[in-house]
């Protein structure tokens, strides 16, 4: 963390005295405090003990007057004495070096993206977030000179290198043991009404970079989408390459027409896939 991002974790400006350091930093903590957090949910009460390590950071770095930046380089020497490696395996040799991020949400809800780390490391969903990611490697195409026209193709490609599919599946779904994942999606776009009763499996084929489902003689029935971006650079490529199977179970299909045609749209739906 810089000298600047530490100002700017605790709303002071550079050069504001010690005493008012000290006061903005005790009005931050005081919000972490574990009486404070102790009747929140378990995701709140983490961010909560995250943001409080940052403030203490912060304090510590602008008491000092320190710049500490604690980043990591490829190899996992720490930048400054107290740092450990980043936790997250090396991707390929060919991948370029990219900044790892860490969001603070101030009490205010302002967000600063605070650089922890750079190497070459693949994504580790249990250490990074979606969004510090995609912040990263948009960055890494910039720094190739990719044109707004280049943008796209270059994003997509530099994501699929810097994830290794099962690894984050793992981590962002919490799967630790056990070949099936059970993933939320939507099922979209439903152009015909031969369904089937509610809760039975629907099989899941990839055209492409789109998904979606088929009934018993084959014929596409639905469009399936994910909430959370990330799905899409884990499952497709496991399903592409042979590596797991999948079907689609919707518990709460509902007909909104009469006869044999309905109107369903955004149905909730679960993907179940198992690795092959």
């Known amino acids: 963390m810089t000298l600047t991002e530490a100002a700017a974790v605790l709303h002071i400006n550079r050069g504001d005295s010690g005493d008012i350091i000290k006061k903005k930093y005790h009005e931050q903590i005081r919000l972490c405090h574990p009486d404070e957090t102790i009747r929140h949910d378990d995701a709140r009460r983490k961010l909560l003990m995250q943001r409080a390590q940052i403030i203490n950071e912060a304090y510590r770095i602008l008491i000092r007057g320190e710049e500490g930046t604690g980043e990591r380089n490829h190899s996992g020497s720490p930048g400054d004495s107290a740092a450990a490696p980043f936790p997250a395996p090396l991707a390929p040799e060919d991948c370029a070096e990219r900044s790892i991020y860490l969001p603070y949400e101030d009490p205010d809800g302002e967000v600063i993206y605070l650089r922890v780390a750079r190497g070459r490391y693949l994504w580790n969903p249990e250490a990074e977030d979606f969004s510090c990611l995609t912040k990263s490697v948009l960055e890494v195409c910039r720094?190739?000179?990719?044109?707004?026209?280049?943008?796209?193709?270059?994003?997509?490609?530099?994501?699929?290198?810097?994830?290794?599919?099962?690894?984050a599946l793992r981590g962002f779904t919490g799967v630790k043991t056990g070949n099936t994942f059970r993933i939320p999606c939507r099922l979209q776009n439903l152009p015909r009404a031969a369904w089937r009763e509610a809760g039975e499996h629907l099989t899941v084929n990839l055209r492409g970079m789109s998904l979606f489902t088929t009934d018993e003689i084959g014929?596409?029935?639905?469009?399936i989408s994910f909430d959370e971006d990330a799905f899409y650079y884990m499952v497709l490529p496991l399903i592409r390459e042979g590596k797991a199977s999948a079907y689609l179970e919707a518990p709460d299909m509902e007909r909104t027409g009469k006869g044999p045609y309905c109107s369903l749209t955004h149905v909730f739906a679960y993907v179940i896939m198992t690795l092959s």
Not at 143 to 167: K, N, V
């Open 143 to 167: 720094g190739y000179g990719s044109t707004p026209q280049e943008l796209p193709a270059h994003f997509h490609r530099l994501m699929q290198a810097y994830i290794r599919p099962l690894y």
């Open 219 to 223: 014929e596409e029935t639905g469009r």
